[in-house]
């Protein structure tokens, strides 16, 4: 039996070996690796910096400071939480922050590509809470902003909350905070998926439409598991606080926090705005590529980081699809496709498809268009095996160009 480090090791070889185009997932730096790895581990530090439970912390006030610093200046925030261990706790402290069970909150459905968070019935959201959601409007599958407004009157909601997991288009911020300010709600933003293109203006900012933006790190921003809570209101920035800790968490994970703190000053570069960039083009390089070897793309392309391919014209499930993917070595998740209503969590009829951890090996159009032939191969191959193999080791040689 493989020991533990064996595993781990393992796992960095299939990594080497597999293309990922799962749009939440991305690879971090050697220094945010040896952050992670680091004797910050075993520290306990309740409390925020300078104001501590425990002693011992010079050089992890400092850190912690840092890394609020950096985030400020990143997203033009003016209180920054760095402590919620994910983005799931960061959304939940803001709930703790701002409602009392069974108050009304307003998200952006699930199969819609909104977030388990942001008001799914099998979520804390959900069950705590009196979660209503808006959809996409059917003709365009964009947010539909007039639903959104109706429900909003109608359901007067104490929070209305805006973010995607699973959406290619831009976000109207100023229009959904118009809606929530005309209802006496805050607007949420969680920008999880979205937050470095929102960092480096490739995507609207949220504020000052916006009351609270939360966002994980280890997504486009490229840093380690963890999150960020941002306000530029004081008082609820106290709230905030509070609702992290004591609220729902205990001691932060500094060695995370300092992850953290490195991938902003690494998102604060020139380079990082470059990367944004090209995150963009290789979506859009892909979208096309897909779109011309006949794939349905929702609302037929991108205007961020992932693609949703709508597979109901291909007669192959989203969960089969993946999973012949993985044989080839492409790694994708299966996702619903909004009003397919054949589809089953299990087996929904869409895979998602996302460019920022390609786009951080380096790669760029031409490469995307190679990716969307060995897709369409793997489609074209069925459940040959042999012809999955073959596609395999061309994939394992051309992610040989590319080093972790
Ligand atoms: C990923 C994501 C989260 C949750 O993050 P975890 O770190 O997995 O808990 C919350 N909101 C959105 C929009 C996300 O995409």
Avoid: C
């Avoid at 539909?144 to 929070?159: F, G, I, M, N, T």
């Avoid at 011309?292 to 499930?317: E, M, W």
């Amino acid at each position: 039996m493989d020991t533990i480090l064996q595993l781990i090791h393992k796992e960095k070889t299939r990594q080497q070996q597999t293309i990922r185009l799962i749009a939440s997932e991305n690879y971090v730096s050697e220094s945010i690796l040896t952050a992670l790895g680091s004797f910050l581990t075993n520290k306990y530090s309740e409390g925020y910096a300078l104001n501590r439970y425990y002693e011992g912390q010079e050089y992890i006030d400092a850190i912690e400071l840092q890394a609020i610093q950096d985030a400020k200046t990143l997203f033009g925030a003016e209180y920054v939480n760095v402590q919620a261990y994910s983005g799931s706790p960061a959304n939940l402290a803001v709930y703790l922050a701002t409602l009392k069970p069974g108050d009304t909150l307003l998200g952006l459905d699930l199969s819609s590509g909104g977030h388990l968070t942001h008001g799914s019935k099998v979520s804390i959201s959900g069950k705590w809470f009196n979660a209503i959601s808006y959809g996409l409007h059917p003709d365009t599958m964009r947010i539909d902003y007039e639903q959104l407004e109706q429900r909003a009157h109608e359901h007067s909601p104490k929070v209305i909350i805006s973010g995607l997991s699973a959406y290619p288009r831009e976000i109207d911020f100023e229009r959904i905070g118009a809606i929530a300010h005309s209802v006496g709600a805050l607007h949420l933003a969680d920008i999880s998926h979205i937050s470095g293109l929102v960092a480096t203006g490739e995507h609207p900012h949220p504020f000052p439409h916006a009351d609270i933006m939360t966002t994980t790190t280890h997504k486009i921003l490229r840093g380690p598991r963890g999150a960020l809570i941002m306000t530029n209101t004081p008082t609820l920035a106290k709230k905030i606080d509070k609702a992290v800790f004591p609220g729902i968490q205990g001691g932060p994970h500094m060695n995370n926090v300092a992850g953290i703190a490195i991938a902003l000053q690494e998102a604060l570069t020139p380079e990082y705005t470059d990367y944004t960039k090209q995150v963009k083009a290789n979506t859009q390089a892909l979208a096309e590529a897909l779109m011309q070897k006949g794939y349905d793309l929702v609302t037929g392309g991108s205007d961020n980081h992932l693609v949703l391919v709508d597979l109901r014209s291909k007669n192959i499930n989203g969960d089969i699809f993946s999973k012949q993917l993985m044989r080839a070595h492409i790694e994708t998740n299966k996702n619903a496709i909004p009003f397919d209503t054949l589809g089953t969590p299990q087996k929904p009829n869409g895979i998602r498809l996302g460019t920022p951890a390609v786009t951080t090996l380096g790669m760029q159009e031409l490469e995307m268009r190679q990716i969307a032939h060995y897709i369409d191969q793997v489609y074209q191959a069925g459940d040959s095996m042999e012809t999955l193999n073959q596609i395999k080791t061309e994939v394992i040689e051309f992610m040989n160009q590319f080093k972790l």
